[in-house]
């Protein structure tokens, strides 16, 4: 498995990537095959609870409710918040044991699965959430279309990712896991939002990474022609320091951390 970084746009993405088959037997039965651990609940409570603060701040209109999507769910923290605060909330996620816990434990209406075509026929949302599942999916482009068919007019839709740029660590080994087959830059980012139909109303980056948040686009995408400066020099800067820190001679290894640690090196 490698790496690539487009030296055009600054887009990183895994070549070779798994299979639509590979993908659908890790998350379905490798990728979290039990209930979820008090030390999960205890870390993505938090992250929900940071999002949701985000949102009161950054969505128009958010006291008034509405009805919202969560796009793999997980175990449903995040949708229960959003439930607690006034929303008609729906998730679908394909781990059965989270969805388990997410109706038995929280009460949620959570269908196991994955998002497709077939999901939500006939239902129309005010907010579509994608929190931490667009750097897993094959085509980001064609998920955030789906997602913009089950919103109104009106509807908004969030996404966050892993920012490539800024780990939420110096380092840890599931930013660059196989599940994820795509990386993100703020940049790279609102490309692939823009790409889908929708125009940027705010982002952020966050303690989890960057967050997005977003309506229909008035007119098509036409930003191909002047790609903004992704600076991929220092993506590829950024890759090559994580190979030194895992693999480097030990005292590069330690001096890379810590001139990361003080926002000296990428």
């Known amino acids: 498995m490698r790496w690539l970084v487009c030296k055009r746009c600054g887009f990183?993405?895994?070549?070779?990537?798994?299979?639509?088959?590979?993908?659908?037997?890790?998350?379905?039965?490798?990728?979290?095959?039990?209930?979820?651990?008090?030390?999960?609940?205890?870390?993505?409570?938090?992250?929900?609870?940071?999002?949701?603060?985000?949102?009161?701040?950054?969505?128009?209109?958010?006291?008034?409710?509405?009805?919202?999507?969560?796009?793999?769910?997980?175990?449903?923290?995040?949708?229960?918040?959003?439930?607690?605060?006034?929303?008609?909330?729906?998730?679908?996620?394909?781990?059965?044991?989270?969805?388990?816990?997410?109706?038995?434990?929280?009460?949620?209406d959570i269908t196991e699965g994955y998002f497709d075509s077939a999901s939500f026929a006939g239902h129309q949302f005010d907010l579509v959430v994608i929190?931490?599942?667009?750097?897993?999916?094959?085509d980001p482009v064609g998920l955030l279309q789906l997602a913009g068919e089950r919103l109104t007019d009106d509807g908004y839709l969030f996404v966050e990712t892993p920012n490539a740029l800024r780990?939420?660590?110096?380092?840890?080994?599931?930013?660059?896991?196989?599940?994820?087959?795509?990386?993100?830059?703020?940049?790279?980012?609102?490309?692939?939002?823009?790409?889908?139909?929708?125009?940027?109303?705010?982002?952020?980056?966050?303690?989890?990474?960057?967050?997005?948040?977003?309506r229909r686009a008035s007119s098509a995408y036409d930003g191909d022609a002047q790609l903004p400066y992704n600076r991929p020099w220092r993506l590829r800067l950024l890759f090559a320091g994580y190979r030194i820190a895992r693999w480097g001679p030990f005292w590069i290894r330690r001096i890379y951390r810590k001139l990361r640690s003080m926002g000296h090196a990428v």
């Not at 950054?58 to 969560?70: C, E, Q, S, V």
């Not at 830059?185 to 997005?212: D, H, K, Y």
Request: aromatic residues 12%; neutral net charge; contains cysteine.
């Open 131 to 138: 929190a931490h599942v667009i750097e897993h999916i094959q």
């Open 167 to 214: 780990p939420k660590e110096p380092f840890y080994t599931s930013f660059l896991s196989s599940p994820h087959l795509h990386l993100f830059s703020p940049q790279t980012l609102a490309q692939t939002v823009q790409r889908a139909g929708f125009q940027v109303l705010a982002s952020a980056n966050g303690q989890r990474g960057l967050r997005m948040l977003a």
């Open 12 to 108: 990183v993405y895994q070549d070779p990537r798994p299979s639509e088959e590979e993908l659908h037997s890790i998350y379905s039965e490798k990728f979290r095959p039990g209930p979820p651990s008090e030390k999960y609940l205890r870390i993505i409570g938090t992250d929900a609870d940071q999002r949701l603060d985000w949102f009161q701040h950054n969505l128009p209109g958010f006291t008034r409710g509405g009805k919202a999507l969560d796009v793999g769910c997980a175990a449903g923290l995040f949708l229960k918040r959003l439930v607690d605060a006034g929303w008609q909330g729906y998730g679908i996620e394909p781990e059965r044991a989270y969805v388990a816990y997410g109706r038995e434990e929280l009460g949620l």
